[in-house]
């Protein structure tokens, strides 16, 4: 149960992505790119910071593991960002929605085969309890806010597998580095990805009023959250967390009918309980022996 209580706190941290970032685009105008490559950079310098003040130590990357967060930077971090913000505007954010919650398909699937992790017929059943959960709660229903296109499912798809890396990178660098030097190396190497993609009049556009803000995700729903889904796949399997992370829209629907008085639609409801169905079936599934 640790584990899962350790994914399911990280999910809450995710969830608080979607009002800060919206908050930026509204009132600060910032690119979704933007704020994608600040988010990352000040992830990175904030652990920066932190280590080199309490743990100079662990700014050495051990050498087994340089690989993997060179692929985790460029990918489920660099690649995954840049797919999202620009799948916000080809493909509209339900069509993204549903395309980017395939990852825990991609991630059960390499998890099954390269990680020899169990893929029973609880864990399908529940994958396709998440998968339809996040389709209703996503409103895949609403036709007219889907844009679809080939070059949005394309970018759809390609930030779900941006996504799967980054599951399954966490998941195998679990035990062979500390995870804050993971999360500064792999973010540092994710802003570097996005930086092309920066406009020129970035630094004269940004606000001091947008700072807190970015440094609020930088903390919470990217260093937090990230922090303790890693911490998670030592006592679960990563197939396994990815499913419970769908909760995200479940929290995400809540956050925004709390904030913004969004109201939810009746399929969204029972969209949000096959996502709880989901992650239940899971729950019974035989404890899983903690891996280092």
């Given at each position: 149960?640790?584990?899962?209580?350790?994914?399911?706190?990280?999910?809450?941290?995710?969830?608080?992505?979607?009002?800060?970032?919206?908050?930026?685009?509204?009132?600060?105008?910032?690119?979704?790119?933007?704020?994608?490559?600040?988010?990352?950079?000040?992830?990175?310098?904030?652990?920066?910071?932190?280590?080199?003040?309490?743990?100079?130590?662990?700014?050495?990357?051990?050498?087994?593991?340089?690989?993997?967060?060179?692929?985790?930077?460029?990918?489920?971090?660099?690649?995954?960002?840049?797919?999202?913000?620009?799948?916000?505007?080809?493909?509209?954010?339900?069509?993204?929605?549903?395309?980017?919650?395939?990852?825990?398909?991609?991630?059960?699937?390499?998890?099954?085969?390269?990680?020899?992790?169990?893929?029973?017929?609880?864990?399908?059943?529940?994958?396709?309890?998440?998968?339809?959960?996040?389709?209703?709660?996503?409103?895949?229903?609403?036709?007219?806010?889907?844009?679809?296109?080939?070059?949005?499912?394309?970018?759809?798809?390609?930030?779900?597998?941006?996504?799967?890396?980054?599951?399954i990178f966490s998941k195998t660098l679990s035990g062979k580095c500390d995870p804050r030097a993971m999360l500064m190396y792999a973010y540092g190497i994710g802003?570097?990805?996005?930086?092309?993609?920066?406009?020129?009049?970035?630094?004269?556009?940004l606000q001091p009023a947008a700072w807190p803000l970015l440094a609020a995700i930088a903390i919470g729903p990217t260093l937090g959250a990230w922090g303790l889904?890693?911490?998670?796949?030592?006592?679960v399997p990563v197939s396994n967390a990815a499913i419970v992370t769908s909760l995200d829209v479940v929290f995400s629907n809540l956050a925004a009918f709390l904030?913004?008085?969004?109201?939810?639609?009746?399929?969204?409801?029972?969209?949000?309980?096959?996502?709880?169905?989901?992650?239940?079936?899971?729950?019974?599934?035989?404890?899983?022996?903690?891996?280092?």
């Amino acid at each position: 149960m640790r584990g899962y209580a350790l994914v399911l706190v990280a999910t809450v941290l995710w969830s608080t992505l979607g009002p800060l970032t919206r908050t930026l685009l509204q009132n600060f105008s910032l690119p979704a790119i933007s704020i994608a490559f600040l988010r990352a950079a000040l992830a990175s310098s904030l652990t920066f910071v932190a280590l080199a003040l309490t743990r100079r130590d662990l700014l050495r990357m051990p050498a087994n593991a340089a690989s993997h967060v060179l692929a985790l930077g460029i990918v489920g971090i660099g690649g995954f960002y840049a797919a999202l913000a620009k799948g916000i505007e080809v493909a509209g954010i339900a069509l993204l929605a549903v395309l980017t919650y395939m990852a825990p398909v991609w991630v059960t699937v390499v998890g099954a085969v390269a990680l020899n992790e169990p893929l029973n017929s609880r864990k399908v059943v529940a994958l396709a309890l998440s998968l339809t959960g996040c389709a209703l709660a996503s409103k895949v229903y609403d036709i007219d806010a889907m844009i679809v296109s080939l070059p949005g499912i394309a970018i759809g798809l390609a930030a779900s597998v941006g996504y799967a890396a980054f599951a399954i990178f966490s998941k195998t660098l679990s035990g062979k580095c500390d995870p804050r030097a993971m999360l500064m190396y792999a973010y540092g190497i994710g802003a570097i990805v996005l930086l092309p993609f920066q406009s020129s009049d970035l630094a004269r556009a940004l606000q001091p009023a947008a700072w807190p803000l970015l440094a609020a995700i930088a903390i919470g729903p990217t260093l937090g959250a990230w922090g303790l889904f890693s911490l998670s796949l030592r006592f679960v399997p990563v197939s396994n967390a990815a499913i419970v992370t769908s909760l995200d829209v479940v929290f995400s629907n809540l956050a925004a009918f709390l904030l913004y008085r969004e109201l939810l639609d009746f399929p969204q409801m029972i969209g949000g309980a096959l996502i709880l169905a989901a992650v239940a079936l899971l729950q019974l599934e035989p404890p899983n022996h903690p891996t280092t």
